[in-house]
């Protein structure tokens, strides 16, 4: 929450595609979280990564969350339109930052190569537990920083 009297609450939006990889950013954020702030984190689910900006925006609007985190991966699959797919995403979710002022960070990749193989599969579930803790730190360190700008 965003209210003075309790912890600020963080908004985690997953989409599900490939849940197995992201949930290790989920985990990996919930994690560091937990270590190194007092912030809660209230977790959402969304089928794929273009339905993370509305989500976004909504929760934004609600007032309840003092940040918002987007997670997903976006593959290729054989068809290019993962390139325009994650654009959208990333500046659907830098619009719902400046129109609302709440801070949203983005853990939504997308490879350049991406194959249903045990090699890629281990690759980017390691790469996301790292995300998912530069995420939290991202988060810890701006709602810090900006505290001190309404100060």
């Known amino acids: 929450m965003t209210d003075s009297s309790s912890k600020p609450t963080v908004a985690f939006i997953q989409a599900c595609w490939h849940r197995d990889i992201v949930d290790r950013c989920k985990t990996s954020f919930q994690k560091e979280i937990a270590e190194r702030s007092d912030l809660n984190v209230e977790f959402f689910e969304v089928p794929g990564a273009f339905e993370i900006p509305l989500h976004a925006k909504l929760l934004a609007q609600s007032g309840k969350y003092a ?6 991966l976006v593959t290729n699959s054989g068809i290019y339109q993962h390139e325009f797919v994650a654009q959208a995403v990333v500046s659907g979710l830098m619009q719902v930052q400046l129109e609302t002022t709440i801070p949203v960070f983005s853990v939504v990749l997308t490879p350049h ?13 390691e790469h996301f537990v790292i995300k998912g803790a530069e995420a939290a730190s991202a988060c810890i360190g701006t709602l810090a920083s900006l505290a001190k700008l309404k100060a």
């Open 113 to 125: 190569n991406f194959h249903n193989s045990e090699d890629h599969i281990s690759f980017f579930s």
């Open 67 to 72: 940040a918002i985190v987007g997670a997903g």
